[in-house]
């Protein structure tokens, strides 16, 4: 899955796993089941009940069927937070492509675009009477799969034009890959307030380096010219070693953020 890093206006890069195709389509197959048993039980048992005219059948199949089942990715994506109920069970949901919920305006733009999704929603009903026409239907999304495959955040048309991506929503960083270490604010001793001329993009770069610690040669080389270059421009003397230092300023950093 390709990842999607997104920088805050705090300088804090976030990132975020793009959904699998394959959790996308089960998310799909969950949704059309729903839709299907819906048909079924209003076909078998809400109809019947009502006992409605020939003259209003067809009125009736509009506004209790049709609309209702239109309108099923947009509503329950609208209120629940990005999310079909298919979307829901494997674990994926719509954001926008800054990181922040999508707004109606962006889940209204990617549902009209959804036109692979709006007919092959209608299948079950329309099988009912044309089965042949889900050949149709399925040439009418190949484009929107085509786009999902082919883009780099697995955007489809309707994500594209809306400005949304599909997220894996089960993926969760590490906490230690972030900036922010628990620090004590009443025992601790900080050595180096020149810290607080480093931008919190300096910072995170300085623990980036943490995970990569001992992995290679080049990595602590390049640890120790950072070291060098951060003295140099804090105008700081130290003799630590370049990994403690560094690991001092970010507990440092810390501190002093955590006091205001």
């Not at 009736?60 to 937070?81: D, G, K, R, S, T």
């Not at 949901?93 to 209608?122: A, H, S």
């Not at 080389?221 to 370049?242: D, F, G, N, T």
């Amino acid at each position: 899955m390709p990842a999607i890093i997104i920088t805050t206006p705090f300088n804090i890069d976030l990132e975020f796993k793009t959904a699998a195709i394959g959790k996308r389509i089960l998310a799909w197959l969950i949704d059309v089941l729903i839709i299907s048993l819906y048909y079924w039980l209003m076909l078998r048992f809400i109809y019947p009940l009502l006992g409605m005219k020939e003259s209003i059948d067809t009125a009736a199949e509009l506004f209790i069927i049709i609309i209702p089942v239109l309108l099923y990715q947009l509503a329950f994506e609208l209120f629940m937070n990005g999310q079909t109920i298919g979307k829901k069970a494997v674990g994926i949901k719509v954001i926008d492509k800054e990181g922040r919920e999508p707004t109606w305006g962006q889940y209204l733009i990617r549902w009209l675009l959804c036109i692979g999704n709006l007919f092959i929603y209608i299948i079950p009903y329309i099988m009912l009477r044309i089965p042949a026409g889900i050949i149709f239907f399925m040439i009418l999304y190949l484009p929107d799969f085509l786009c999902a495959v082919i883009s780099a955040k697995a955007q489809r048309i309707g994500d594209l034009a809306a400005g949304t991506v599909v997220i894996d929503n089960n993926y969760k960083s590490n906490i230690s890959e972030t900036i922010y270490l628990n620090i004590e604010q009443d025992s601790y001793k900080p050595m180096f307030p020149e810290v607080m001329r480093l931008t919190d993009r300096d910072i995170n770069g300085i623990r980036n380096l943490f995970n990569a610690k001992k992995m290679s040669t080049d990595t602590e080389i390049y640890v120790r010219q950072v070291a060098h270059k951060i003295k140099s421009v804090l105008s700081i003397e130290s003799e630590m070693e370049p990994f403690d230092f560094l690991e001092q300023l970010l507990m440092d950093y810390n501190y002093y953020t955590g006091k205001k």
